[in-house]
């Protein structure tokens, strides 16, 4: 029997009812159809390797630098703990996780400092990037070999996973935590997504880059950005660079003092704990107020009391008994995953350590410590801290702050202060401190 017979037609040759062959169809589908797809729809003539260059040249130092401090926050959350892990399911992409260190004690406040301005200073940054290639996108035909299908989902990855990362961590700053609990995975998974396109990406351009960059001007379109077609230019690509660069630097300015601080905190428009946090001892930025966590006034007031469980004993503290011990006192900064943070200011309290041996004698002595607030709800109500960070003399169970009480709003009656650690290890309103439980 013939193959031709067959009545699904497999293996038959192609009917074509135009009487068109199949080469000739397969030519015509080469021609873009109407729209974006058309070489002469985009006419900017700002458009052009040299200026995607510039823009990708500035994008490959700071994408690193976020990646890096990104990775660098995440491990100061101590996701290894048990009690913290807020990524259960990262599995080998923890495998660069260490202990976080103590010192300098302003270390988180610099690489979380840095990692959110970078990003906020970097959108006006990508967005030109994208908009420099996005005829790019719309190349006809959409998929030409199964090497161009790869380098294609490559593209979606990168565009997918650039817009993915930089839109849920400034919604996060901005919304305050609008994904309790499941804004780390998000971020975190999708940054790994982001970095793999971006290095096969740059693996691919920096070659076109550098070219680009070395001089020899480029007339023609040879790279499919330049249009071939030009409008009349309403401005420069040096001036289109400057329009970039002037958005980068207002951010900057607008953002930038919520973590440098001093009378610089005065221009950080942006930052969501306002410039202003008043006067007195404890005038320095609140996050969350007891009200805005669930917490009743009565919850602090001299019902309040401290367990502390070390080497299997437990023994119970009033306030007063706390100020009755012999206080110390650290010169630390509170500094947020938001990226804001505050001055040095002088903790006095108890240190963890001491609390630990005072219970639990030697064996309350080099272990990590689980630490409950009052809080029942929310996702900063604990934290575990590390062997290193609570044999740390400035790790302080802070009863007082610049010569006052804690007001409620700082963690009244106690909270924890532990020197380079992230914010939301800094607990509040604790109640309870359980030694070797990590
Ligand atoms: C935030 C990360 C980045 C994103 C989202 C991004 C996105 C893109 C996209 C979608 C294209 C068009 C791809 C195509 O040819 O079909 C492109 C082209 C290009 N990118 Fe990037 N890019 C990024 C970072 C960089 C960096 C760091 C460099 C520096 C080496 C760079 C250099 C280039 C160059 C030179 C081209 C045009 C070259 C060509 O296709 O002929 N990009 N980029
Ligand atoms: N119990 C409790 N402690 C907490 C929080 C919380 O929501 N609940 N927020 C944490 C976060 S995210 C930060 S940045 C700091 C802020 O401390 P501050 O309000 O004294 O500046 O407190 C931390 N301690
Ligand atoms: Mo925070």
Redesign the pocket.
């Known amino acids: 029997m013939q193959q031709d017979d067959t009545p699904s037609g497999r293996g038959a040759t192609r009917y074509d009812p135009k009487g068109v062959p199949g080469t000739r169809l397969r030519e015509r589908l080469r021609e873009p159809p109407p729209g974006p797809a058309r070489p002469g729809f985009w006419r900017s003539p700002v458009r052009g ?1 040299r200026f ?2 510039v823009l ?2 500035v ?2 130092v700071g ?1 690193p630098v976020l990646f890096v401090t990104g990775l660098l926050s995440y491990a100061a959350y101590n996701p290894d703990l048990r009690g913290n892990d807020t990524t259960p399911d990262r599995g080998w992409l923890g495998f660069y996780l260490f202990a976080w260190p103590t010192d300098p004690h302003w270390l988180y406040r610099l690489t979380q400092g840095v990692h959110v301005t970078l990003g906020i200073v970097l959108v006006p940054v ?1 967005l030109a ?2 908009w420099s ?1 996005v005829p ?2 719309f ?1 006809w035909p959409p998929l030409r070999s199964a090497a161009h299908a790869l380098e294609r989902l490559s ?1 979606l990855f ?2 997918g996973g ?1 817009l993915f990362v930089f839109a849920t961590g400034i919604l996060n700053v901005q919304l305050e935590y609008i994904f309790p609990g499941s804004f780390y995975p998000l971020h975190f998974y999708g940054s790994w997504v982001f970095i793999a396109a ?1 290095v096969v ?2 693996a691919t ?2 070659p ?2 550098v070219r ?1 960059l070395r001089g020899r001007r480029h007339t023609g379109d040879e ?3 330049a249009s071939p077609a030009p409008a009349a230019p309403t401005i420069s690509r040096r001036g289109a660079l400057g329009v970039v660069g002037a958005g980068s630097l207002l951010l900057f300015v607008t953002t930038a003092g919520q973590s440098i601080g001093g009378s610089l905190r005065g221009t950080a428009l942006f930052a969501p704990h306002g410039q202003d946090p008043g006067p007195g001892p404890n005038g320095f930025q609140v996050n969350k107020t007891p009200a805005a966590v669930g917490i009743r006034p009565e919850e602090l007031g001299d019902d309040w009391r401290l367990v502390v469980r070390a080497g299997g004993r437990e023994r119970v503290f009033t306030r007063a008994q706390l100020l009755a011990l012999p206080q110390d006192e650290a010169a630390l900064p509170i500094a947020c995953v938001e990226g804001w943070s505050t001055g040095d200011q002088l903790w006095s309290g108890v240190r963890l350590a001491r609390l630990g041996a005072l219970v639990g004698g030697t064996a309350g002595e080099d272990e990590g410590v689980f630490v409950e607030s009052v809080q029942s709800r929310g996702a900063f109500r604990s934290a575990a801290l590390r062997d290193n960070q609570v044999g740390d003399r400035r790790s302080l169970l802070a009863l007082r702050v610049n010569g006052a009480d804690l007001s409620p709003d700082h963690g009244y009656p106690a909270r924890v202060i532990v020197p380079a650690a992230p914010g939301v290890h800094n607990t509040k309103w604790v109640t309870r401190l359980t030694f070797g439980a990590v």
Request: proline residues 0%; glycine residues 6%; without cysteine.
């Open positions: 390797v995607t260059s990708g040249a994008l490959l994408v990508l990037k994208l290639v790019k996108l190349v593209l990168l565009v650039v971006f990406h740059i351009r920096v076109v880059m680009a790279d499919g950005l």
